[in-house]
T-cell receptor
Framework: EPEVTQTPSHQVTQMGQEVILRCVPISNHLYFYWYRQILGQKVEFLVSFYNNEISEKSEIFDDQFSVERPDGSNFTLKIRSTKLEDSAMYFC????????????FGPGTRLTVT | KQEVTQIPAALSVPEGENLVLNCSFTDSAIYNLQWFRQDPGKGLTSLLLIQSSQREQTSGRLNASLDKSSGRSTLYIAASQPGDSATYLCAAPRSSASKIIFGSGTRLSIRP
């Protein structure tokens, strides 16, 4: 069964460093998303991406964040200058155009900023 | 603005019991409603998705219902097992490809 994959599973970085989180969505899907979950808190929406552009973003998704689909298969989230409060689990999701538009989630990348 | 609430926040029951988890949402204009399971420190496992036009969905010992008019969904777990221990999240998007709004979850513990 097709699945969304994410790499790395765990990333440790120092405050102020840039990180890139990678996702491979399901191959025939057209809509892509990033969510994050700070430890002990709700899963929060960050950004959605369709047709090579951002379709919606939350107030969390400020100028420090960017997304890209560089090669038609990968979908990346870049954080330019990480802060301690960026420590969280980051989930990528994708959906197609089937009846349900169900979003399929990847296993997540745990980002720890020290 | 959509708000999704789950009650109770935590639940502990002995093995074998049937139980109900509740989810409520403030905006009935949802496209579908999804229930997820999350084990500690792990990702999201989709359990059931109910389309807005449907009333319920079943998968094995799980049954989810949806009442859009009252802004409620329930997840019924039959004959609970220790392996069912996890956090259960409900979530709903407003339209077909829009963001999902998550509840804060119910942390379920099944005692052997």
């Amino acid at each position: 069964e097709p699945e969304v994959t994410q790499t790395p599973s765990h990333q440790v970085t120092q405050m102020g460093q840039e990180v890139i989180l990678r996702c491979v969505p399901i191959s025939n899907h057209l809509y892509f998303y990033w969510y994050r979950q700070i430890l002990g808190q709700k899963v929060e929406f960050l950004v959605s991406f369709y047709n090579n552009e951002i379709s919606e973003k939350s107030e969390i998704f400020d100028d420090q964040f960017s997304v890209e689909r560089p090669d038609g298969s990968n979908f990346t989230l870049k954080i330019r200058s990480t802060k301690l409060e960026d420590s969280a689990m980051y989930f990528c999701a994708s959906s197609g155009q089937g009846l349900s538009y169900e979003q399929y989630f990847g296993p997540g990348t745990r980002l720890t900023v020290t | 603005k959509q708000e999704v609430t789950q009650i109770p926040a935590a639940l502990s029951v002995p093995e074998g019991e049937n139980l109900v988890l509740n989810c409520s949402f403030t905006d009935s204009a949802i496209y579908n409603l999804q229930w997820f399971r999350q084990d500690p420190g792990k990702g999201l496992t989709s359990l059931l998705l109910i389309q807005s036009s449907q009333r319920e969905q079943t998968s094995g010992r799980l049954n989810a219902s949806l009442d859009k008019s009252s802004g409620r969904s329930t997840l019924y777990i039959a004959a609970s097992q220790p392996g069912d221990s996890a956090t259960y999240l409900c979530a709903a998007p407003r339209s077909s490809a829009s963001k999902i709004i998550f509840g804060s979850g119910t942390r379920l513990s099944i005692r052997p």
